[in-house]
């Protein structure tokens, strides 16, 4: 992994088999930055596993193929005292079929670029609505 980063921009180059949400949780430690919003992404994936949240916990599934990672959206928060990279994505098989959803794993293959937004004047933190871990954003003072 390879990456620059401003007050403005951080722009990831990731490697065959670094995880994304990993890579972008690492790099926002690094560079000491708690908040950001995804702005773009490409490149390609070797597998991704998905969550489905059903009230309680997520319903999952793995899709081992190589797939172009054809747009990614989310954002940085923090969530129980660590980061969390809150990702959703939308792969490209080759037969250009799409598959996509919520993020809980996704494995580089060849290489993916990823640009995020560090967030100065807002702190995005997550919390109990009752019913789940909703984004509770804040001012900063």
Same mark, same amino acid.
Request: charged share 20%; glycine share 10%.
């Given at each position: !992994?390879?990456?620059?980063?401003?007050? =403005? !921009?951080?722009?990831?180059? @990731?490697?065959e088999g670094d995880d994304l %949400?990993? #890579?972008?949780?690492?790099?926002?430690?690094?560079?000491? $930055?708690? #908040?950001?919003?995804?702005? #773009?992404?490409?490149? !390609?994936?070797?597998? $991704?596993?998905? %969550?489905?949240?059903n009230g309680r916990d997520y319903?999952?599934?793995?899709?081992?193929?190589?797939?172009?990672?054809?747009?990614?959206?989310?954002? $940085?928060?923090?969530?129980?005292?660590?980061?969390y990279p809150h990702l959703h %994505?939308?792969?490209?098989?080759?037969?250009?079929?799409?598959?996509?959803?919520?993020? @809980?794993?996704?494995? $580089?293959?060849?290489?993916? =670029?990823?640009?995020?937004?560090? @967030?100065?004047?807002? !702190? @995005?933190?997550?919390?109990?609505?009752?019913?789940?871990?909703?984004?509770?954003? =804040?001012?900063?003072?």
């Amino acid at each position: !992994m390879k990456y620059a980063a401003t007050d =403005e !921009m951080i722009a990831l180059r @990731l490697s065959e088999g670094d995880d994304l %949400g990993d #890579s972008i949780a690492h790099v926002c430690r690094t560079c000491d $930055v708690d #908040s950001a919003v995804i702005v #773009s992404a490409a490149g !390609m994936v070797s597998s $991704v596993t998905f %969550g489905w949240y059903n009230g309680r916990d997520y319903n999952t599934e793995t899709v081992k193929d190589i797939m172009e990672l054809a747009v990614l959206s989310g954002n $940085v928060s923090y969530r129980g005292g660590a980061l969390y990279p809150h990702l959703h %994505g939308v792969f490209n098989k080759p037969d250009h079929g799409a598959i996509s959803g919520h993020i @809980l794993q996704a494995i $580089v293959f060849n290489n993916a =670029e990823v640009f995020l937004k560090p @967030l100065s004047t807002v !702190m @995005l933190g997550r919390a109990f609505d009752g019913a789940f871990e909703a984004l509770a954003p =804040e001012k900063r003072l």
